[in-house]
């Protein structure tokens, strides 16, 4: 029977180890399991040593089968196990995850995060017996044959048995490992032990440290440290001898190194060590005790501690070198790491000089000082008195100025925990906070956020970009330094709202015991799975974790490995209540200091309550995570509860505090709604005579209104919550499932009821059916507490006995569906699709009962309280009509309700009624409330947009009429006879700012996000769920349709998948098996041989070639999976019921979804593609084997326009590209359900309006009314960039529709950044989405250096280039690799240089050679470079002023010339999406009709468009049109007979010039041979046909001559992958994307801020200030030489050097004491941006060097 089933693929499966593992019960062992290898991942995994299994005991096979499987297995699926230890990726360690990895390097610095000490369970749990049979081991033997005793006893040896055998076994254990390196380790202890020889005993000790360098646990097998190290030790206390000294320490340290287990027992040299310290005689081996004890102290810190070894390490800081110094303060750090308040005494000495050196100049040493902080406030953090002694007066100042350093001197990590030890020092002493205040804390918070501000003090509040982890800590400390808020009146719900916060409410924490006997705590999904499987009375569970397997047995209270037979004990411990995480119980105490200070000290109150508000607010309103929104919240309301009347006005009156109230009150996020009534309850009380008036005009009255009449408190969710159900069940709904329905309903965005919820729902089967039927017995114990009724009518007991999931064994499942007591069980697995997709019931037919939980009850109170508040909140100010309605604000609703009504389509009323709105909008202050109520929205998308027969007055009458009140522009009908040119838009400015308030107001997109709040500042909140991700596995059930039975069943048993593996990595897991052949529907299906068996040429035909044919599709439900979804994301969105996963902002607490997708079984249908369908699955599978061009010449409806064209001179006419804006309805591009949808159409109408204004009229100027960026919505844009931020949304490629539609259907919303960042999101494969993401926030990646996940892991293809055939060579390049998903990477023959730089200067050469003269692809004229090198002399090059476009072919080019052209179009139609798809740029200066086409715009290309072709012709035709105009107007001219209308006409003329004098014929202007129609060049233009020349000019030039070449571009660029992403962006931005920022003027301070000095400089070095003065007076060609010369790219990239990844880097060129740096020139690393500089002696001398080598340091990468 094959049980568990491993298998990891990833995203296109580029590296994938798939696993088999078959268990069959007889014998106790598995057979090996089988890989299938690609091609790549042979190549990664060959760095790995071929370890071969020493020979060994046959009784001890079963557990030496962990080399072949077992944890390295999993671990080093992942390419190089468990991340980049350079040699120690060979290490055995890797494959054991020794808990020293997990806690050792990056992490050793963070206080622990609830992921490691599981993994450290994990890992000394298989460290136990793995060692003993990769015979690496460094314990004695009595341990060893401990272990082997305990392994064999768990495998069921009796254990009286093993007495006699024990001598026996160890000879022969022993007899397998004896040589090479341990028997040496032998010889040479006697050495270390040869007492009275020093001679001798120094020998061995250099001996012993060579062997230890170069040994890693393999080598080093059976090393014997119990006896080495007390030899070392002896040998360390010769105070007489340096050598021997130095060599034994160093000895210690590489043991250490090599064997990290080993620690245990150096620990006994920690006193030895320390008198080094204490009197130092010799600095060398001071520093090398230093060394060794920064090793002990990531694990034994407390030993250190104890012995007083933090003193002893500070104790000479000063006299050592650097690295010592930074030794000495990580030892100081890791000894604060669990430090108790009774060993404070042990640091107390230390703290002054500690403080002092947060001063100092070295980052390294500042961070750990600050650490150290950091982790003693932690720990003390209860302790008042103890906070007081650490937090001295300097050190206050002294972290003050650490936090303004620019450029900033400690990592965003470190900065997160340094704010985070303020908040709390401040929350739980407030007598600190007090003298914060007193620091002037305000302005320095206020510099963080903000910048610097340029001393004015009010106006537009600007913040800096941060991310939301450090925003949260800025806006905690904010809340913290107020007093806080009474516990009584409007303020006692608050207790209710706090309970359930954060990580509380688990009923219990499971632990595990370690070899030492310290507990570790589980994390804590798997500790709510095993509680779950507790509580519900099961025997054992099988828990995976970190890829290892363990049988949890409840009866023993043991964990035992299942590889290797460990056991260890494990305890439930009961959760104590709250947690104290900051803020819990201090609002109990007496008068709070921080209150008095407000009493005392109002000026000073006053100075932070005004420096601060604003930018709370600001916070606020453009932050969109939850845990950032309500600590603002908070601190805002701490701030107006405190703040007096006169102060409040002051500072209230530039925020529109009311609207934001009324947009809170309709939050679905019961915090928040609390919050916001609180602060209108404070307003109300504080200044009733504004707010009266403005909580009526803002809607705030009509929000509480709702609130205080609602029934149901929320009202959208059910909504969704019930057509969820209804569409998805077909069979039954008894009425107590919709009951359970509408109880789930409510939402889950506050923190405080999320885990309520999904402990109380989801959780309590916990799914685990599957152990129960896998271990073929029921629980024995009756659950403990039933939770479900039994199932109501036969028909679903059916249903659950022929689910799927029973299938494992026919028998059980049959017994488990008669035995009462798992009924519960077993409807909840049903729950999941596991029911037959055919019926789908997607709410189980067992009612749920509602949870009776203490906090769902809390949810309940705080509805009342909401519901009851709001009514007395009404009755209280709004009542009795106490406001006089004469109040002349508002009467504004009226004006505009009644202007509203006219804006009839069946009546014409003229233009009053929008002078009306108009008035109203841009003169008056109408509320988004007031635009709301009057249905003006409504009213005028139908006026803008209607088109039917009905209409009086026709559609574009009506838009005329809307420009001439909005801009200004003439009455329809009275067009003038000049351009027409309008100029004042500010009404329909006014007009829009107002809507998009009115969007912010109304919309209720949902943000996923995961703020991981508080964690201990270890770096990234990603890292810790990334390292989730890596470590737990998705159990799938694979399972045919029912609908087909032509391809083999699987057999196999639920499979366990990589979450993050695609759908399409299932589908070749298969295909290679064989499933994915079609047979006949009648051969027999059941001898289709093992599972296991792979059809080599499949496997083969897979490996090789990017795109295979699709042959399986994959259901979940009814849910066709795309190939490019993640598995994870596939059965979040598709596999849980509507209501347990609703568009809740859940994430924030439960970042890696409900447990109950891990602990399922999701059911996977798969059935053959039919052939007809293949064609349209490419789309679906996001295959690029195809692409999706645009019908090509040949169709006949085409040959015949053509004829048209050809013969008779008729060209299609222009399309307006209004038409296809103007609808009132949503554009298909647009599913998503939101309140502000007919906002945002409007907007989309208003912004096309503004944008082709000018093609509703014959001769008006081509510009926008108001520019694009007037039209973004900051509300949009932050939820955006804070969605765009999130790692985990990208890695599971989980970003939420609204998202992505309305970035393509209205991307005038979002800035280009944001939408540049979400294109690379969605356009390519998630790994280069993660790269995006980890080169546009660098923080994400900086905490653990050993999550192996968050690298993302892009294949890259080399390939070597010859200067001389460049273009030749870079044509074969893309034919090979242009639709290969690797990044391309590219050096040159002869030439030492590759990565970055080469690659980048490959674009930008290529980009060059394409413009040259002699390929005829470019209109332009020639020109020459300015700085040729090599064979670019002489070359001449295509240029325009305007940007190149294609040269036109006429009907006679021939076919030869156009096949080339065409190739070539081809050509750079791969290298632009290639080098957009690796982030590279091109140097490509392309005109906007080129871009149009790129986007398909090509139908609505006019002769506006000329002008940025071809000035010289444009402006001709421009007066030629005007001919026409005039010869219009004379023939509608009525006065004029025939004869006169003739001359008139004759008469007209250009520049006194007339038309037939020109000498035109139908030839296009500049091409001869280009004839416009057949036989044109016979043909003269005369008046009379002029019309019809200047029409087929305009049409050759930018449609007929060039369709071909861009129809080859476009089928060249969708061979990359498809253009339709590109629909992100205008055309006028494309070559923002392509070729990056235009050229800048360079100034000081933005390269002070972008670029790193290091390496021998500083920011205050001589040769960095001239560098930036020199850089800055550069023109635009020396920038671009610059430029190329340091990056390889000419341009930068969008953002400019803010954006250069790597940071330009300028290190110090070193030179001998005899050379003078003024002699020698600058040299570069591209590949990482560093300029290596000499310290020029003056200013002069620099500039000619840097243009010197810029000049000649082209084209060439050697070392230097």
């Not at 404070?344 to 750990?368: G, I």
């Not at 059941?1086 to 035909?1101: M, N, R, T, V, Y």
Request: overall charge neutral; glycine content about 6%.
């Amino acid at each position: 029977m094959l049980t568990a089933e491993h298998w990891s693929g990833t995203a296109h499966g580029s590296l994938e180890l798939i696993k088999c593992v078959c268990e069959r019960e007889s014998n106790r062992r598995r057979d090996e399991r089988r890989r299938i290898r690609s091609s790549e991942c042979l190549r990664k995994s060959s760095k790995k040593r071929s370890e071969s299994p020493p020979a060994e005991l046959p009784s001890f096979r079963r557990s030496t089968r962990q080399k072949t499987t077992g944890s390295c297995a999993s671990t080093s699926r992942r390419g190089s196990g468990l991340g980049k230890r350079g040699a120690a990726d060979t290490r055995r360690q890797d494959k054991m995850a020794d808990s020293d990895n997990n806690q050792d390097g990056a992490n050793s610095s963070a206080a622990r995060t609830e992921e490691t000490p599981q993994g450290a369970s994990a890992s000394s749990s298989v460290a136990g017996a793995v060692g003993m049979t990769t015979s690496g081991e460094s314990e004695s033997d009595d341990s060893e044959m401990g272990r082997l005793q305990a392994l064999l006893e768990a495998r069921g040896l009796p254990p009286h048995l093993f007495g006699p055998l024990g001598p026996r076994m160890s000879q022969l254990f022993h007899r397998t490992i004896g040589s090479g390196a341990s028997s040496k380790a032998q010889q040479l202890l006697q050495g270390l032990q040869a007492t009275g020889d020093e001679s001798q005993q120094l020998q061995a000790a250099i001996e012993m440290c060579q062997l230890l360098v170069m040994g890693n646990e393999e080598t080093l097998g059976g090393f014997p440290v119990k006896s080495v190290v007390p030899a070392l030790i002896t040998l360390l206390q010769m105070e007489h001898n340096f050598d021997i000294m130095n060599h034994a320490s160093r000895a210690l340290t590489y043991m250490m190194e090599a064997l990290p287990r080993s620690s245990a027992v150096v620990v006994d040299a920690i006193p030895v060590f320390l008198e080094k310290l204490q009197v130092i005689q010799f600095i060398d081996v001071a520093e090398q005790a230093l060394t060794a004890l920064e090793m002990l102290s990531r694990r034994h810190s407390k030993a250190i501690l104890q012995a007083g070894g933090l003193a002893d390490c500070l104790l000479y800081l000063e006299f050592f070198s650097i690295n010592a110094q930074r030794n000495a303060l990580a030892i100081a750090a890791n000894c604060c790491q669990s430090i108790t308040p009774d060993e404070f005494h042990f640091v107390a000495d230390s703290l002054p000089l500690l403080t002092q050196r947060l001063t100092h100049q070295d980052k390294k040493s500042v961070e750990s000082t600050c650490l150290c902080f950091a982790r003693l406030v932690d720990n003390f953090q209860h302790e008042e008195n103890l906070l007081q002694q650490v937090a001295s007066r300097d050190l206050l100042t002294n972290i003050q100025q650490l936090l303004v350093v620019t450029p900033p001197v400690l990592s965003s990590g470190m900065f997160i925990m340094v704010v985070r030890m303020f908040s709390l020092m401040c929350s739980n002493c407030p007598t600190l906070a007090v003298q914060l205040m007193k620091q002037n804390i305000a302005e320095t918070l206020r510099f963080l956020l903000c910048g610097a501000s340029n001393g004015s003090c009010q106006e537009q509040i600007d913040l800096v970009p941060r991310s939301p982890q450090e925003l949260y800590e800025l806006t905690s400390l904010i809340c913290e330094l107020m007093p806080c808020l009474p516990r009584e009146g409007i303020f006692a719900v608050d207790a209710m709202l706090k309970k359930g916060s954060a990580h509380t409410t688990e009923a219990a924490v499971w632990q595990w015991r370690d070899d030492r006997g310290l507990w570790h705590p589980y994390n804590r999904i798997d500790s709510r799975i095993i509680e779950t499987a507790h509580q519900n009375g099961e025997d054992e569970i099988s828990l995976s974790t970190l890829g290892r397997v363990y049988t949890i047995d409840f009866n023993s209270m043991q964990q035992i490995n299942e590889d290797t037979g460990t056991a260890r004990g494990i305890q439930r411990k009961p959760n104590p209540l709250a947690n104290p995480n900051s803020g819990g119980h201090l609002e109990v105490r007496g008068e709070d200091a921080r209150a008095q200070l407000m009493k005392e000290d109002p000026e000073l109150a006053k100075c932070f309550i005004k420096t601060l508000f604003g930018v709370l607010y600001e916070v606020y309103s453009s932050s969109a995570g939850p845990a950032v929104r309500h600590k603002c919240l908070r601190a805002i309301l701490r701030i107006i509860y405190f703040a007096d009347a006169e102060l409040l006005k002051d500072v209230l009156r530039n925020h529109a505090v009311s609207s934001h109230i009324a947009s809170m009150l309709s939050s679905q996020d019961l915090k928040i709604v609390v919050g916001s009534l609180q602060m209108a309850e404070i307003l109300m009380q504080k200044l009733p005579d504004v707010f009266s008036v403005y909580f009526r005009r803002e809607g705030v009255m009509h929000q509480v209104k709702n609130l205080a009449e609602s029934e149901t408190f929320f009202t959208s969710p059910p909504k969704a919550c019930t057509s969820g159900t209804a569409s998805l069940c077909t069979t039954t709904i008894t009425t107590a499932t919709t009951t359970a329905a509408s109880n789930v309903t409510p939402d889950l965005g506050s923190p405080s009821f999320q885990h309520t919820m999904d402990d109380s729902l989801d959780l309590s089967p916990q799914g685990r059916l599957s152990d129960v039927l896998k271990r073929k017995r029921l629980p024995k114990r009756g659950p403990r507490r039933p939770k479900y009724s039994p199932p109501r009518d036969d028909e679903k007991v059916d249903n659950q006995a022929k689910s799927p999931t029973t299938t494992a064994s026919p028998k059980s499942s049959f017994l488990a569906s008669l035995n009462p007591k798992t009924w519960g069980k077993l409807g909840a697995q049903t729950n999941s699709t596991n029911s037959e997709p055919s019926r789908t019931a997607g709410v189980s037919g067992l009612a749920r009962a509602t949870p009776k939980d203490s906090i769902s009850n809390n949810r309940d109170k705080i509805k009342a309280w909401i519901k009851e508040q709001a009514s007395k909140f009404v009755e209280r100010y709004f009542n009795s009509e106490n406001v006089d309605g004469s109040n002349p604000a508002l009467n504004v609703l009226q004006r505009l309700c009644t202007a509203t009504e006219q804006l009839n389509l069946q009546v014409d009323r003229g233009v009053e009624c929008l002078m009306e709105i108009c008035s109203i909008v841009s003169e008056s202050d109408v509320s988004s409330f007031e635009i709301q109520h009057s249905g003006l929205v409504k009213q005028l998308l139908l006026y803008l947009t209607s088109n039917s027969d009905r209409d009086v007055v026709s559609r574009d009458q009506r838009i005329k009429r809307f420009l001439h009140i909005f801009y200004s522009c003439p009455m329809p009908g009275q067009e003038p006879l000049y351009r027409l040119e309008p100029t004042e838009n500010g009404p329909l400015l006014a007009l829009v700012h107002k809507m998009n308030s009115c969007l912010s107001q109304m919309e209720q997109f949902p943000v996923k996000v995961h703020d991981f709040p508080s964690g201990n500042g270890n770096g990234s909140r990603g890292s810790q769920a990334l390292k989730f991700f890596n470590t737990h596995q998705l159990k799938c059930q694979l399972q045919r349709h029912p609908d087909c039975t032509n391809v083999k069943q699987w057999k196999g048993g639920p499979v366990k998948i990589d979450p993050l593996a695609l759908v399409q990595a299932i589908e070749r897991y298969l295909v290679v098996r064989g499933y994915g052949r079609v047979r006949e529907e009648d051969e027999d299906s059941d001898d289709d041989g093992s599972d296991d068996e792979i059809d080599e040429s499949l496997a083969a035909q897979f490996l090789n070639s990017g795109s295979v044919r699709h042959r399986l599709q994959f259901y979940i439900g009814e849910h066709l999976l795309p190939y490019n979804m993640t598995v994870y994301q596939a059965v979040r969105q598709f596999s849980l019921q509507p209501e347990e996963e609703r568009e809740s902002t859940d994430d924030e607490a439960n970042p890696l979804g409900r447990a109950g997708i891990w602990t399922k079984t999701h059911t996977i249908w798969y059935k053959p593609v039919r052939e007809d369908e293949d064609g349209c699955k490419d789309a679906v599978g996001g295959k690029r084997g195809r692409a999706q061009t645009a019908p090509t010449k040949t169709s006949p409806r085409n040959a015949k326009k053509q004829d048209e064209l050809w013969h008779d001179g008729v060209c299609p006419s222009v399309t307006n590209p209004l038409d296809v804006y103007l609808i009132s309805e949503p554009p298909e591009g647009i599913t998503f359900d939101d309140p502000s949808l007919e906002v945002i159409l409007l907007l989309r109408v208003l912004h096309s309006i503004s944008r082709y204004w000018f093609y509703l009229y014959d001769n008006a100027v081509c510009k926008e009314v108001i520019s694009t960026s007037e039209f973004i919505n900051s509300k949009l844009t932050a939820k955006a960039n804070r969605q765009l931020q999130d790692p985990l949304v990208i890695m599971t490629g989980n970003i939420p529709t609204w998202l992505t539609e309305l970035g393509k259907t209205c991307p005038f919303f979002f800035p280009f950044d944001t939408r540049q960042m979400l294109f690379y999101v969605t356009a390519f494969d998630r790994d280069r989405a993660m790269q995006r993401l980890l080169d546009t926030n660098p923080e994400i990646n900086q905490s653990d250096s050993q999550d192996s996940r968050v690298a993302p892991r892009l294949d890259r293809k080399k390939r070597t280039i010859n200067r001389e055939e460049l273009l030749k060579q870079a044509e074969s390049v893309m034919q090979d690799l242009g639709s290969s998903r690797a990044m391309l990477e590219i050096q040159y023959e002869n030439e030492v240089g590759t990565g970055l730089g080469p690659t980048q200067e490959f674009y930008a050469l290529v980009s060059q050679e394409l413009q040259r003269a002699d390929l005829g692809l470019w209109r332009g004229e020639e020109v020459t470079l300015a700085n040729p090198k090599g064979s670019q002399e002489g070359t001449k090059y295509m240029f325009s002023s305007r940007g190149l476009f294609a040269v036109p072919f006429g009907r006679s080019t021939k076919p030869a010339h156009i096949a080339k052209i065409k190739m070539k179009f081809r050509f750079l139609g791969k290298l632009m999406a290639k080098a957009i798809m690796d982030f590279r740029l091109l140097d490509l200066p392309l005109g906007l009709p080129f871009y149009k086409w790129m986007l398909r715009h090509e139908s609505s290309i006019s002769s506006h468009d000329l002008i940025n072709i071809d000035p010289g012709v444009a402006k001709s035709i421009q007066h030629l049109e005007d001919i026409i105009r005039q010869k219009k107007r004379l023939e509608q001219d009525q006065s004029y007979t025939r004869e006169t209308l003739q001359q008139a006409l004759e008469s007209l003329n250009m520049n006194g010039c007339s038309v037939e004098d020109l000498g035109l014929d139908f030839t296009l202007p500049g091409f001869p041979n280009i004839e416009l129609k057949k036989g044109g060049k016979d043909v003269p233009v005369t008046i009379h046909n002029l019309e019809e020349y200047l029409r087929l000019v305009v049409y050759w030039t930018l449609n007929e001559g060039v369709s071909r070449q861009f129809e080859s571009f476009r089928e060249g660029f969708e061979s990359v992958f498809p253009l339709h992403h590109l629909q992100y962006f205008y055309p006028e931005e494309l070559d923002q994307l392509l070729c990056g920022s235009k050229s800048e003027t360079w100034d000081v301070k933005t390269l002070m801020e972008c670029c790193r000095p290091d390496h021998g400089y500083t920011h205050d070095s001589r040769a960095v200030r001239f560098l930036f003065e020199v850089l800055s007076s550069f023109d635009a060609e020396q920038q671009r030489l610059f430029l190329q010369f340091v990056t390889g790219s000419p341009r930068l990239p969008v953002g400019g050097f803010r954006s250069l990844n790597p940071p330009l880097t300028i290190v110090r060129k070193t030179f001998e004491s005899t050379e003078n740096p003024d002699d020698f020139l600058p040299s570069v690393m591209t590949c990482v941006n560093y300029l290596k500089l000499p310290d020029y002696s003056s200013i002069e001398i620099m500039r000619e060097k840097l243009l010197i080598a810029a000049r000649e340091g082209q084209q060439s990468f050697h070392l230097s």
